[in-house]
């Protein structure tokens, strides 16, 4: 979400890296204030989807996320998840090579 509002955090690294750890930072402070003062500005970024913006920040969601299971991981559900890696790697990996052929 922040790389989509503010495209500086899809440039290569321009400064000293002291100063670059300051950005995200100081960034998700003026994103935190400007949702305080216009919620719907955030709608310019989201390009239709909704599903990027968490609609209870900071609230507790009925949901099985981050609980344990009672049992043994299934070979399934571990085939789902390694193809999620791979594809969350590949992504990436074609956005370090869009970044760096800039």
Same mark, same amino acid.
């Given at each position: 979400?922040?790389?989509?509002? $503010?495209?500086?955090?899809? $440039?290569?690294? *321009?400064?000293?890296?002291?100063?670059?750890? *300051? !950005?995200?930072?100081?960034?998700?402070?003026?994103?935190?204030?400007?949702?305080? !003062?216009?919620? =719907?500005?955030?709608?310019?970024?989201?390009?239709?989807? /909704?599903?990027?913006?968490?609609?209870?920040?900071?609230? &507790? &969601?009925?949901?099985?996320?981050?609980?344990? /299971?009672?049992?043994? !991981?299934?070979?399934?559900?571990?085939? =789902? /998840?390694? !193809?999620? =890696?791979?594809?969350?790697?590949?992504?990436? $990996?074609?956005?370090? &090579? $869009?970044?760096?052929?800039?």
């Amino acid at each position: 979400l922040l790389k989509k509002h $503010w495209g500086t955090l899809t $440039w290569p690294p *321009q400064f000293d890296m002291t100063v670059q750890v *300051q !950005v995200p930072p100081g960034l998700a402070v003026i994103h935190n204030f400007t949702m305080d !003062v216009d919620p =719907r500005n955030i709608d310019n970024y989201l390009g239709g989807n /909704a599903d990027d913006l968490d609609p209870n920040p900071g609230q &507790q &969601q009925e949901n099985d996320f981050g609980t344990l /299971a009672g049992g043994a !991981v299934s070979r399934a559900e571990k085939n =789902r /998840a390694m !193809v999620n =890696r791979d594809n969350i790697a590949q992504a990436m $990996w074609e956005d370090y &090579q $869009w970044v760096r052929g800039e």
